[in-house]
Every structure is written in C-alpha cells, then in structure tokens.
C-alpha cells in the first residue's frame, strides 16, 4: 500500500482503526501546501543550477563619487591640461619667431605668397621644464574678436602653409592649443589679449634689426656659426635664446628657421633653457626669393 505521510496531526493515507478521518476541507489545505512547498523548492534547486542572466551576483557597494576613475567618461579628442592644476603648470613662455625663406626652403607645403622679407610669429607658448599645457578650455573661437587687429595679424602672424584667407585656422589653432592655457596672465587672458599682447611683445625685438646690427643679413653664399648669431642676439635681448636650424636639400648646411626666446609671467625676457636645434658652425641665413 501508499505509506503515509503527514503536516501537522493532518494524516494523509489508508487510515488504522484507531485514528480519526480528517475532513475533506482540511485535507485539500494539507495537499495545496505540500505541492507548494515542492514547486518552491524546485525553483531554489533550478536557480542554484543555471547562471544568472545579467552576470554573476556582486556584493552591494557604495556607489562611485561623480567623476571617480570607475564612472565610464568619454575620451577627449586631445590631451587637456587646464592651466594651474597641478599637472600643468608652466614655467615660462616660448616666443617663436620664424624666417619664412628658411621655413619655406624646408617645407614644400609652404605657401609662396605668405613669405616675407622680415620675421614672423610662430607662437606664444606656455611652457615648462617638464611639460607644457595645451588644450586648455573649450571655448569658441571667435575670430570676429580679432577683426580690430587683423591687418596686423595677417602681416606679421602669417600662416606660411595656407594662403591669406586660410590664416584663421593658423591663428585657431595657436590659440586653442596655447594662448587657452595662458589665462593666468592678464595681458594674456582672452583671445583678443592673447594676440595683441603677442603682437606688442613682438614689434619690441626686432630681430632682423638685432642680427643686422652685428653684420648678420641673408645670404647665400656666407655662413654663420651658432655663437655668431647668439651673441648678436644677447646684446639687445640680453638673455639665451634657442636657435633651431634645418637640412634642407640641395644646400649643403642646415638653415636657419626659427629663433625663440623666454619670457617670464610678467612677460620680461629670461634665459632659455636647452640647446639649439639642429645647428652647426656653419648655417645659412637664406634670402627671400
């Protein structure tokens, strides 16, 4: 026979002379919890075999802080150090002036009619040591701001690569990867401070002048050392300057492209640290063709 079995004094099976019949009523209840309890613990046995959906069971956390290395965050299209944080800080700014024959003879991308027979802006650059800032904000650029000062930005700030109608992205480009990170010196905070304070600081060292003055001029046919023009140099700047030099074909010394100088955050001239780049005793100073 069926053995039997029990919940509670509700017995369940062939019953003995000695007990007593349960209702029908107490019956039912007495079945409906048992197939209960068996589902029930069918689900448990089934949940303990097969994986979750969603991935394992993590421990509860607290959540991350806003902008905590564990919250996904886009990537930037480029490198952003913002000026006075503690990753980016600079020492100094680099003034860059270019000798468009040098550059031109260097480079085929060069543009002819943006040559001149004087010396041009390249940049004004905070830099440091170590590092230097770029990509400071992510401020517009409005070149309407310049349109006060454009006359004498497209004769002594040329882009020696793109034509005249061209130099604004020249000039965007210098402003968002440098003059943005500049916002620290008032004369230089802001796009329309940026580039007329490079401007003034520019006409104030001529430097085809200060090369004149010691008999340095374009040649090419006589060449010049390093110390040579250095030295012309410190006696009207007073400070080490960078001088960078490049091969070019068909000439058989390096010529001269760029000269930098330093300047403080009071923007004071001060001496350049490294060395010149790519010279040698003998460099060509190349004229204008």
Known sequence: GVPPFSFGEVVVGRPSKDSKMASPAAVSVAVAVFLLALIADSWAREAQ????????????????????????????DRRRTPAGSPNATYDYFVLSQQWSPGV?????QCVSASK???????????SGNYTSPSYCLDERFNGHILDPIKRDLNKYWPSLTHAEARYFAFWRHQWQKHGSCAADVPKLNGIFNFFNSTLAIYHKYNIFDFLANSYIRPSAVRTFSAAEIRNALSDDIRQKVNIVCQRVPNVDGPVLTEIRFCLDKELAT????GRNGGCTKRNYYLPKR
Request: with cysteine; proline share 19%; hydrophobic share 25%.
């Open 270 to 273: 001060v001496n350049c640290q």
């Open 49 to 76: 075999r097969t994986p979750s959906p969603v991935g394992p069971v993590l421990r509860s956390r607290r959540p991350s802080p806003p902008g905590s290395p564990s919250q996904g965050r886009a990537r930037p």
């Open 104 to 108: 031109c003879a260097a480079d085929s």
């Open 116 to 126: 001149r027979n004087y010396w041009t802006i390249h940049g004004l650059w905070p």
